[in-house]
């Protein structure tokens, strides 16, 4: 089949697309610029001067730069360790990451809920050992909604970096170290740049759909409000729509802005860039 009759086949999905997600998208934000019938800016000025909406927005930005900070942190050595493996080693290790995506996360952040609680398994078992004497205030609070998203999100990153790891030529690490390179150096000069594309894939992932995420905020958060639950507020509990679609618009933004500052870092620190 010639080149020009395989790109045929993409039509379908891109119809797909534009038809379900563009246009619905193009239209929501085109309805933040009009109000009653004149070309406006108003709405983004009134909430970029609001300073109820810029703690949430920060809430929100660093809750998903410290979700993803961990996610790499957790998951970096975790995909090493799993690329390393046999082939059959590897798919069980790959089950079990992936284990936890496959149950809904209503059920998970219900979960937490029964673990951070006052009465909860962390909070009992730490005052049976003596090492509290009174319960830690953590449901209800950013640090519950870091914990949940980074149960939710690990395994993504965790996947990207297996599919890129195990792409890196074993010979390379056993030449620079047969050349007196320490692991470190192996780490720092082979393993880490020929990561990077997945890390970078992993992260924005990550940092998306931590910055995008309602069930984990809303059951986790209580009444510390992110930019996803004081939208779904503005929406449906107030109705209003015009203000809940220049939100949205406004996640929209600073998503693609994060999109290209990660590709352009990908690009800078890429050994093929």
């Given at each position: 089949m010639k080149k020009k009759y395989i790109y045929l086949l993409m039509i379908p999905g891109l119809l797909f697309l534009v038809v379900f997600m563009l246009v619905p998208i193009i239209m929501t934000m085109g309805t933040?610029?009009?109000?009653?019938?004149?070309?406006?800016?108003?709405?983004?000025?009134?909430?970029?001067?609001?300073?109820?909406?810029?703690?949430?927005?920060?809430?929100?930005?660093?809750?998903?730069?410290?979700?993803?900070?961990?996610?790499?942190?957790?998951?970096f050595p975790v995909a090493y360790y799993i690329s390393r493996q046999s082939v059959r080693k590897k798919g069980a290790l790959l089950a079990l990451s992936i284990?936890?995506?496959?149950?809904?996360?209503?059920?998970?952040?219900?979960?937490?809920?029964?673990?951070?609680?006052?009465?909860?398994?962390?909070?009992?078992?730490?005052?049976?050992?003596?090492?509290?004497?009174?319960?830690?205030?953590?449901?209800?609070?950013?640090?519950?909604?870091?914990?949940?998203?980074i149960h939710l999100f690990l395994p993504l990153i965790i996947i990207s970096l297996v599919g890129v790891m195990e792409n890196i030529d074993a010979d390379l690490v056993k030449a620079a170290e047969s050349l007196g390179a320490s692991r470190l150096t192996v780490f720092r000069k082979i393993i880490f740049p020929l990561s990077i594309p997945g890390l970078i894939l992993g992260s924005?992932?990550?940092?998306?759909?931590?910055?995008?995420?309602?069930?984990?905020?809303?059951?986790?958060?209580?009444?510390?409000?992110?930019?996803?639950?004081?939208?779904?507020?503005?929406?449906?509990?107030?109705?209003?729509?015009y203000s809940a679609s220049v939100v949205a618009t406004i996640m929209i933004v600073i998503t693609l802005i994060v999109i290209g500052f990660m590709t352009k870092i990908s690009n800078k620190l890429s050994v093929k860039g």
């Open positions: 933040t610029f009009f109000q009653k019938g004149s070309f406006t800016f108003d709405g983004y000025v009134h909430f970029l001067k609001d300073q109820y909406f810029l703690n949430i927005l920060f809430t929100t930005m660093q809750v998903s730069f410290i979700t993803t900070l961990t996610c790499i942190v957790i998951g284990f936890p995506l496959l149950t809904s996360s209503v059920v998970r952040s219900f979960s937490w809920i029964i673990i951070l609680g006052k009465n909860g398994l962390l909070n009992s078992s730490l005052i049976k050992l003596g090492l509290i004497s009174q319960p830690l205030e953590i449901l209800y609070t950013p640090t519950a909604m870091m914990i949940g998203l924005i992932l990550v940092f998306v759909g931590s910055m995008t995420a309602y069930t984990t905020p809303s059951v986790l958060g209580g009444k510390k409000r992110v930019i996803s639950t004081f939208l779904y507020q503005n929406a449906i509990t107030l109705n209003d729509w």
